[in-house]
């Protein structure tokens, strides 16, 4: 028994060792995949667009003599085929995990996703943490084939971007694969999707000179996010509105806010923390969903020569900021309620935990619930600095 031990021990080890590399890519044989357009095709029915970055060019000691990555497109009527066909025009196994962008244009978006949703969904090899993203007005190939001059790769550059934007302004959602997919099968609540468009002429956005110049010839810039009803897109929410969205869902890191503080001048403060509670239940036969929202604040800058020094000051300018606020956050939940009549804060699911008993009784309709809802919403802000200065110099002479 012992020498029979001593026969398996040995073999399982090796069992192990050589079956963990039996699906293995080698590095300089592969392309590595870094971004997905995904755009309704001529001949079939859709054009799968994808970047292929180059090592070496890539490699700052290394780069600067060719192109720092290939676009190609291919048509086809299922996206899990082309993914898989690529070698029609590269010569090296196609690598998906390091995809950062999946682009899909309005036209797609605005048929349906889910003929789609479900290979992306399962596909082991491509990473969940890319971020989904709709082409808006402009097609999703071109969104990958406009060059950057700080970021040789479109795909990298646009990742890049929006984790930027929602870090330091609040402007993008972030979403993810497993946000879309959640929040599809959810009864109460609507998926949203980064939304961005083209600036310039993309044509000359695509050669290599746009790389070269201080004022490129196109950039992709962030428009605000895609609203979805089920798999199908309604319309778009600027990216202020964006940020107001974050703010019920208590994912605003940082931002800035700007409102006036006298005719034709303005102040604004830099919001460093910031807390958000949403409660949801029926009142008066209707779905009341009441957000509070308590921030710290500091200021950045002022055109008013009000003085600083005073508490009386302190406490207008707060009040101003969270008027501001509370607007803002009223305005996009009502934009969300007249003009699509779709949930995508979640205050569905909000009330499915909070007053169960009248939620499961319409969440089949939940949408018509939340159109006609009623909104509360309260701000709170404290000033907690001013900065290197206590007064403005705009004060002095007063």
């Not at 009386?312 to 900021?321: A, D, G, N, P, V």
């Amino acid at each position: 028994m012992t020498r029979i031990i001593g026969l398996c021990v040995p073999l399982l080890i090796i069992v192990v060792i050589v079956s963990g590399c039996w699906d293995r890519k080698e590095l300089n044989a592969t392309s590595l995949i870094t971004g997905i357009g995904i755009d309704k095709g001529e001949y079939k029915k859709y054009k799968l667009t994808t970047e292929s970055i180059i090592e070496t060019e890539i490699n700052p000691k290394t780069g600067g003599k060719a192109t720092p990555s290939i676009i190609f497109s291919l048509e086809g009527d299922m996206i899990a085929e082309l993914v898989n066909k690529l070698n029609i025009g590269f010569t090296r196994s196609s690598t998906y995990s390091h995809v950062q962008v999946i682009v899909i244009s309005e036209e797609v978006a605005k048929e349906g996703l889910l003929e789609f949703i479900d290979f992306l969904d399962r596909n082991r090899e491509i990473r969940n943490e890319y971020n989904l993203i709709i082409a808006k007005g402009v097609s999703a190939s071109d969104v990958l084939k406009v060059s950057y001059p700080l970021q040789k790769s479109s795909s990298f550059k646009l990742k890049t971007q929006l984790e930027t934007m929602f870090k330091d302004y609040g402007g993008d959602p972030q979403s993810k694969i497993k946000d879309f997919v959640s929040s599809l099968i959810s009864k109460g609540r609507e998926p949203v999707l980064t939304a961005v468009t083209i600036q310039g002429d993309a044509e000359k956005g695509k050669r290599k000179s746009n790389m070269e110049t201080i004022e490129p010839d196109a950039m992709v810039l962030l428009s605000g996010i895609a609203i979805f009803k089920g798999e199908q897109l309604q319309g778009y929410l600027a990216v202020d509105d964006t940020r107001y969205y974050l703010w019920t869902q208590n994912k605003i890191k940082s931002t800035s806010i700007t409102t006036t503080c006298g005719k034709n001048k303005f102040i604004t403060v830099h919001i460093f923390n910031s807390h958000s509670k949403v409660k949801s239940h029926y009142k008066d036969d209707k779905p009341f969903i009441q957000i509070s929202v308590s921030l710290e604040a500091k200021m950045e800058g002022t055109q008013c020569s009000d003085d600083m020094r005073k508490l009386e000051t302190y406490t207008h300018y707060q009040s101003l900021i969270e008027e501001q606020v509370k607007a803002g956050i009223k305005g996009t939940i009502e934009k969300a309620q007249k003009e699509y009549s779709s949930d995508i804060f979640g205050f569905g699911e909000v009330m499915n935990r909070q007053d169960y008993q009248n939620f499961k009784k319409v969440k089949e309709n939940w949408n018509d619930e939340f159109a006609k809802a009623d909104i509360d919403v309260t701000v709170d802000v404290k000033m907690r600095y001013l900065g290197l200065k206590t007064n403005t110099f705009l004060n002095e002479n007063n």
